[in-house]
């Protein structure tokens, strides 16, 4: 915890995100998402003039951040290597908060909108998060041998499996989701990269 007794911005956001990963974002309040950072509504509300919505944008945009940095360093290394850092960021998180917290770009998005056509700006930031995350490993995929055609394919069930599986863990209290789901896609992301039989 930052030493200051004034909340800077960041902590604000990094605590919303928290509490949104374990409670979702509906069930949360903007004086609960300040009482979690720790923070004053009164500092709360001067960061995030517009209440709630704002704030759990910057927090799901955090959290998405978060996990491309992550993703960037390690998919040097290549696909196998941003896949299980992936894969260990989201099971250390749920494991170390027993079971509680998940993934908060998930939990905004499968809370219902309110009503109205307009969607809210968490959930486009959390489609924005996805489009990173699939976008980030499917570049490391083709550059590391995978089809072009194929690769955003597997990106897209490299996303969809861990996020499914972080929620499947958390509704059993076991990180077996999140382990099968590990070792099936390491398997297909080495079998993509070995060179798939074309036909002839």
Same mark, same amino acid.
């Given at each position: 915890?930052?030493?200051?007794? *004034?909340?800077?911005?960041?902590?604000? #956001? +990094?605590?919303?995100?928290?509490?949104?990963?374990?409670?979702?974002?509906? +069930?949360?309040?903007?004086?609960? $998402?300040?009482?979690?950072?720790?923070? /004053?509504?009164?500092?709360?509300?001067?960061?995030? /003039?517009?209440?709630?919505?704002? $704030?759990?944008?910057?927090?799901?945009?955090?959290?998405?951040?978060?996990?491309?940095?992550? $993703?960037?360093?390690?998919?040097?290394?290549?696909?196998?290597?941003? $896949?299980?850092?992936?894969?260990?960021?989201?099971?250390?998180?749920?494991?170390?908060?027993?079971?509680? +917290?998940?993934?908060? #770009?998930?939990?905004?998005? #499968?809370?219902?909108? /309110?009503?109205?056509?307009?969607?809210?700006?968490?959930?486009? *930031? +959390?489609?924005?998060?996805?489009?990173?995350?699939?976008?980030?490993?499917?570049?490391?995929?083709?550059?590391?041998?995978?089809?072009?055609?194929?690769?955003?394919?597997?990106?897209?069930?490299?996303?969809?499996? #861990?996020?499914?599986?972080?929620?499947?863990?958390?509704?059993?209290?076991?990180?077996?989701?999140?382990?099968?789901?590990?070792?099936?896609?390491?398997?297909?992301?080495?079998?993509?990269? *070995?060179? /798939?039989?074309?036909?002839?």
């Amino acid at each position: 915890m930052a030493k200051s007794s *004034a909340p800077s911005r960041d902590r604000i #956001v +990094a605590g919303a995100a928290d509490l949104i990963s374990r409670r979702g974002l509906n +069930a949360t309040s903007i004086r609960e $998402l300040a009482k979690h950072a720790e923070a /004053p509504l009164g500092s709360t509300y001067h960061y995030f /003039p517009d209440g709630k919505q704002q $704030l759990a944008t910057e927090a799901v945009r955090y959290a998405g951040t978060a996990v491309e940095r992550l $993703l960037r360093k390690e998919l040097d290394a290549g696909p196998v290597a941003g $896949l299980r850092a992936f894969l260990g960021l989201w099971r250390g998180i749920v494991v170390a908060s027993d079971f509680r +917290a998940g993934c908060p #770009v998930l939990a905004v998005s #499968v809370e219902e909108p /309110p009503p109205g056509d307009e969607i809210p700006p968490a959930l486009i *930031a +959390a489609a924005e998060a996805f489009d990173g995350w699939e976008g980030l490993l499917a570049a490391a995929l083709r550059d590391h041998g995978a089809d072009p055609g194929r690769a955003p394919e597997l990106a897209t069930l490299v996303v969809a499996s #861990v996020e499914g599986a972080i929620a499947m863990s958390r509704a059993r209290r076991d990180t077996a989701p999140l382990d099968r789901v590990a070792r099936r896609l390491e398997a297909l992301i080495d079998a993509e990269l *070995a060179g /798939p039989v074309r036909g002839t």
